[in-house]
């Protein structure tokens, strides 16, 4: 017997469900774009990018640099299967907007509703912070509020930080994820545009998290939007990265590339929502470099996509640096979640740990692909890896791959996984307690994640555990 | 018999599983094919023979059961089935159980020597037995090579207790892939050290083929200057209600490296699989090196998988309350390594086995601290 409040909450939760396409699921005009390259990938289009905004040779070199890797590279043949991805059929570069407005009124209209669909105003007004919303391949609004231009925080999109902070960009990039790293790391490097980059003095304690939105919004076009955060010495900052893309009828990719430098002290979070549509192939590089006593976690969650392959990753270069991953993985129908975390201890006294979450449910598949290595010279470090699944039923599947590598005696690093099905006996206790079954699922799934989500915001736990109610909808057979 | 013109190129430190196991430095030219003069042991109710001998004598078991579970696509299982000369059948029929322990003994002492040797165990319904296969060299100056290929077969509702102990030169090289295939209501328990060679690799394959069955695999291994120890181990689950339980614990000095490579795979329809694994090291030196690389791939969703992996130093609280009570630290430190190694040996059922696994332990250790 179902109480007064489940079946409220229920049909709240169906009529989150029944309004996801009319939500989230729409195309506008897209007449309206102010330039949109050609189908496919060469010189010439990698060239015509870094002319349309008006770059300095040295990136342009960068660009045609990295597309002779991406060229000379095999696609992978581990992780999933991207053997249907025709790199020939994608727009490398889509620009929605002649300019970046800094001011609300300056955004045009069909932008703002689709901002509107998206709840944007009602984030930014919550979190009064910098809300960059990636729309198309560049941020076409972007505000980041007074108090942090006082404190010298830069907060902008990726080809505004070029122009107006060209040196310092110049210094940091592409030194944590190199153009030749792998081989979508190579192709965002050729065809980057927009993401965000932040820069935190020393010293600064940004509150508020900094949010950006991202959205795939042209059928076939991918998005390559690359981000730099660099957190000086003893500062402090959170950035959000939540995405939510439209329904589509072909096969879409993302292939982000995030830098992260944590300077000595510093502490730098870095909070990822995927919620892809189910045709988006995401192919992800994200590394930090976290110095000396500097603590760097990713707190990651893959919902959506077709593919996600994604292994965020901390290389501990500095005496007592601490690095921390935690991550859930949702794998529904047709989805692969190819997730995890990779930890480099090179330095004494490092500690970290990993803890991934993965459910796999109506035939989905849900891989941890891990890497802990202690290098080396790293002594007296301490690293901990904890992997959970969770198995909804017989279709679906998943992998666990974690690797150790030690190379130094005065370590200690422990692993566990494990991997099984709701048990009986808690349906049982909670039933006995006036919860049905999918009631009872619901609370142990959400219970199982909770590790993870209450590390996040308040209002991205809340949507995250909606999301996976939703998902669990009928699963309870 | 495979044509050596036809045999896989040896895998280069690209190939998926060789990616920590340089074989750059082998040159299987450099190696004589030679016999191997193994004494085969005996036992009332099975029949123990000679594999050579067998393939003339029981040529259906032989046509059935060799080459049945080990893949020849690995290349060094390949070049043993072309190689191979002198090998091992012990045949137990249907209900017999066996009291006295089978024992193999290989010895590995010519000097250039590349010997391909074969285990072929098959225990028919209801029998039981226990074979030790113990490989070994007198020296650790001996540069040879051991290839072996072991199959175990474990019929319905039979017992097998599989020990495998090498000692083999620390400049050898081996190659060994060993499987067993466990059917409905069978049991399977596995032991095995490594303390020799230098380099090489060791596949430990179970399948669960039958509804009901289970496998203990305990595995040891103690590792020294320059040598690289490689553990692959696989526990297949293809029957529903099957169980799987596999520790392995490696104790490394100075310059010694090891990787364990383990993965448990629970196919579709194998509903109430119970499966663990466990690998932990303890490095002994700043110099010595282990990957530990667990792995789980589950389709099905009535199951309980585990594993966990650990590397860790002798503890440093434990040493200090030991020397505390008056231990010199060698003593304490000797101590703490045996107790670390006794969670391997209390997994044994008490007897033989038990003292021998434990004396061989000690040993070793001496050998290497």
């Known amino acids: 017997m179902a109480t007064p409040e489940a079946v409220a909450e229920k049909r709240e939760l169906a009529g989150i469900n029944a309004d996801y396409k009319e939500k989230f699921g729409f195309h506008d005009p897209e007449s309206g774009y102010a330039y949109k390259a050609p189908k496919g990938l060469s010189r010439e289009v990698v060239e015509s990018i870094s002319e ?25 043949n581990w992780g999933g299967n991207l053997g249907q991805i025709d790199f020939e059929d994608i727009h490398y570069f889509v620009r929605a907007s002649d300019k970046n407005s800094r001011d609300w009124s300056e ?51 990726m080809d505004t930080a070029l122009r107006e902070h060209e040196d310092l960009v110049r210094q940091y990039w592409a030194t944590v994820i190199p153009p030749n790293d792998n081989k979508l790391a190579a192709l965002n490097s050729a065809v980057w545009s927009g993401g965000s980059f932040v820069y935190v003095p020393a010293g600064v304690k940004v509150e508020m998290p900094l949010q950006a939105y991202f959205r795939i919004n042209t059928e076939n076009m991918g998005q390559f939007e690359r981000t730099l955060i660099i957190a000086e010495e003893g500062s402090d900052v959170h950035y959000i990265e939540g995405c939510t893309a439209p329904v589509y009828s072909t096969d879409s990719l993302h292939s982000a590339v995030v830098e992260i430098v944590a300077k000595p002290s510093s502490r730098v979070r870095y909070t990822t929502v995927q919620n892809w549509s189910q045709n988006v192939y995401n192919l992800v590089t994200k590394r930090a470099v976290a110095e000396e006593k500097a603590t760097m976690e990713w707190v990651d969650c893959n919902l959506g996509s077709k593919l996600t392959m994604k292994y965020p990753s901390i290389y501990l270069l500095g005496p007592e640096a601490h690095g921390e991953i935690l991550s859930i993985a949702f794998a529904g129908e047709g989805q692969h979640q190819d997730a995890g975390g990779k930890i480099i201890h090179a330095a004494p006294r490092t500690s970290s740990s990993i803890f991934s979450k ?72 909670l039933q006995s307690h006036g919860l049905d ?9 959400n219970g199982f994640i909770e590790p993870v989500t209450k590390e996040l915001p308040m209002e991205y736990a809340v949507e995250l555990n909606r999301l996976i109610e939703l998902q669990m909808e009928g699963s309870i057979g | 018999m495979a044509e050596l013109a036809t045999l896989p190129p040896l895998p280069d430190e690209k190939a998926k599983g060789w990616e920590f196991t340089d074989l750059s430095e082998l040159d299987l030219d450099a190696y004589e094919p030679a016999p191997a003069d193994a004494s085969l042991g005996a036992a009332e109710g099975a029949t123990v023979l000679s594999l050579a001998e067998a393939v003339d004598s029981h040529p259906a078991l032989v046509a059935d059961r060799l080459g049945a579970l080990a893949p020849s ?77 072991v199959e175990l077969h474990v019929g319905q509702a039979a017992t097998l207790r599989y020990v495998s102990t090498q000692d083999i030169s620390e400049r ?52 020294g200057p320059g040598q690289h120890l490689d553990f692959d181990t696989t526990q297949v689950h293809s029957a529903p209600n099957t169980f799987s339980d596999l520790s392995f614990r490696g104790v490394l000095a100075a310059g010694a490296t ?40 589950i389709e099905a969703d009535d199951v309980r998988c585990t594993h966990a992996a650990a590397i860790a130093q002798v503890d440093r609280e434990q040493l200090f309350y030991l020397t505390s009570r008056g231990l010199d630290p060698a003593a304490a430190k000797q101590l703490i390594i045996e107790g670390f190694l006794e969670a391997l040996v209390e997994r044994l059922a008490e007897g033989p086995v038990r003292e021998e696994i434990s004396a061989a332990l000690e040993r070793r250790l001496r050998e290497i601290l």
């Not at chain 2, 059917?183 to 690799?201: C, N």
């Not at chain 2, 179970?206 to 595995?219: C, D, I, M, Q, Y």
């Not at chain 2, 364990?260 to 932990?280: C, H, K, L, N, Y």
Request: glycine residues 10%; charged residues 30%.
């Open chain 1, 107 to 157: 955004v045009p209209d069909d932008i703002k509703n689709t901002f509107d669909r998206l709840g944007i105003p009602e984030a930014e007004r919550k979190f009064l912070s910098g809300v960059g919303a990636q729309y198309e391949s560049e941020v076409v609004y972007h505000q980041v509020n007074e108090k942090l231009e006082a404190q010298g925080v830069i907060f902008t999109d």
């Open chain 1, 437 to 445: 079954e999918e009631e009872a699922s619901k609370m142990i799934v």
């Open chain 2, 172 to 223: 050898a090289w081996i190659f060994s892939s060993q499987r067993a295939r466990v059917e409905h209501d069978g049991r399977l328990d596995w032991t095995a050290l490594g303390f020799g060679s230098g380099r090489g690799k060791v596949r430990m394959d179970t399948r669960l083929a039958g509804p009901g069955s289970e496998a203990r695999v305990t595995g040891g291994y103690a590792g």
């Open chain 2, 258 to 297: 090891a990787v364990w490579r383990g993965m448990i795979r629970v196919d579709p329809g194998a509903q109430g699989t119970d499966a663990f694994q466990e690998s932990r090291n303890l490095l002994l030196s700043p110099d010595a090196h282990a990957d530990a690389i667990p792995g789980l791939e």
């Open chain 1, 358 to 429: 993965s459910i796999s449910k109506d035939g989905g598949r849900s891989t941890y692909r891990g890497l802990l290595e202690v290098a080396d010279g790293a002594s007296e470090s301490r690293s901990k890896v904890v992997c959970d699944a969770l198995l909804l039923d017989e279709d679906s599947r998943s992998d666990t791959y974690p690797t150790i590598r030690i190379g130094e005696n005065d370590a200690d690093v422990g692993h566990e996984a494990t991997v099984s099905k709701i048990g009986d006996e808690q349906i049982f206790y």
């Open chain 2, 73 to 149: 696509d690995d290349p060094f299982v390949a070049r043993n089935e072309a190689a191979w000369r002198d090998g091992v059948l012990v045949h137990v029929p249907a209900g017999v159980k066996v009291a006295e322990p089978i024992r193999i003994e290989l010895p590995l002492d010519t000097e250039g020597a590349a010997v391909a040797w074969r285990t072929l165990v098959v225990l028919e319904e209801g029998a039981e037995a226990e074979v030790w296969e113990h490989s070994s060299s007198t020296g650790d100056e001996t540069d040879a090579l051991l290839n072996s290929v």
């Open chain 1, 52 to 76: 349309y905004k008006d770059e300095p040779q040295w990136m342009r070199d960068f660009r045609l640099k990295a597309l002779e890797h991406f060229e000379s590279r095999p696609t992978p």
